[in-house]
C-alpha cells in the first residue's frame, strides 16, 4: 500500500516520502480500516517539527496521519459492535498514527460510526477537533447555565466547540470576524463579539469557562475575564504538571511540565483560578456522542481543499500557512 512517511524530525519542516509499505496487520480488538480520506491538522506540522516529542515519542519511519473516515475491511476476532462494510471515522491512537495511508489497523476503542448524512470528506473533518472539544468539557465540569468563552471560535475548533458545548447547555459567547457571526450563531453561539468593533475584555467579566484556542498572546487576557474559582482549558499554552499526572507520565516529565507550564499556573492561583493542557487522545465512545449530536442537529462539516495522498506535502504547507475556511483534506486514491 501508499503511505505518507516521516523518516526524521526537522525544526524547518521536511517533506514525507510517498512509500509502498505493507498492508498493516491487525490484532483481535483492532479493525483493518481501507482509508477513504484523512484530515490534515496543525498537528501534523507540530510532529514533524518534533514540537510534541516529550508527550509522545515516536519511533521512525513513521507513517504520519492522526484522523480519517474509511471502511472496514477486516476484524479482529474480539471486536464487538462494527463489522466488514462500517463507515467509521476515528482519532488514531497516539502511539499508533498513521492515516496518511491506504489501510491502517485500529484499535476498536478509538471509532465509531460515521452520521449517514456526512461525505468522506466532511467525515474527515471531525474527530479531531470535535475529540478536543468534548474532552476540553470534560474537564471544565460544566453545569447547566453556565457561561463558557470559546476564544476564535470562528475557525474549524470553533465549529465543534459550539455545538458540543450547546450539548452540555452551556451559553456560549465567542469572537472573531464579523463575516463569520451569522454562521457561528447558526451553530448555537448566543453571544458573538467582532474582534474589529470590540475587545472581549471590555464586554466580558466572570465567565464561569474559557476555551484557548489562541495561546499565550491571549492567556492573561482570557484569565482576566474569567471568575474566581473558573477554568481555563488552553489547546495551545504550555503543558503543565497537572497534565503530565493526568497523561500517566514518569516523575521526570512531570516535573519538566510542572516548569515549563508554571507560568499558567501562577496566573490561575491569583483568583482561585484552575488551568489545564489539553492534548486530545482517541475516544471512539466519546466521538459516538459527537455522532448523536451531528445527527440530532445536522451540523455541517466545512472542507477547505482536496488533495491527494501524493500531495501531501502541499496539503502540509497549506495547513502551515494558516488562514484556512475549513479542514484540509487527503484523498485516497
Known sequence: MKAAVLNRYNKNGCDLEIREIPVPEYSENEVLVRIRTAGVNPLDNMIVHGEVKLIVPYAFPLVMGNEFAGIIEKTGSAVKGFKTGDRVYGRMPLKKIG????????????????????????????????????????????????TVFISGGTGSLGAMAIPVAKSFDLKVVTNGNGANEERVRKLGADQFIDYKKEDYVKVLSD???????????????????????????SLRGLPNGEFAKRSGMSFVKRMMFKMAGGKYDKMAAAKGQKYFFIFVHEDGTGLERVSEIFRDKQIEASVDEIFTLEEVNKAMKKVASGGSKGKTILKMT
Do not use: N, W
Not at 108 to 126: G, N, T
Not at 128 to 144: D, G, N, R, S, V
Not at 221 to 229: P, R
Open 99 to 146: 492515516a496518511f495511508a491506504e489501510y491502517a489497523a485500529v484499535d476498536q476503542s478509538a471509532i465509531a460510526k460515521v452520521p449517514e448524512y456526512l461525505s468522506d470528506e466532511e467525515a474527515a473533518c471531525v474527530p479531531l477537533t470535535a475529540l478536543t472539544a468534548l474532552q476540553a468539557f470534560e474537564l471544565m465540569h460544566p453545569k447547566e447555565g453556565e
Open 207 to 233: 465567565v464561569d469557562y474559557v476555551l484557548d484556542t489562541l495561546g499565550d498572546r491571549e492567556l492573561a487576557k482570557e484569565f482576566s475575564i474569567l471568575k474566581t474559582g473558573g477554568s481555563l482549558v
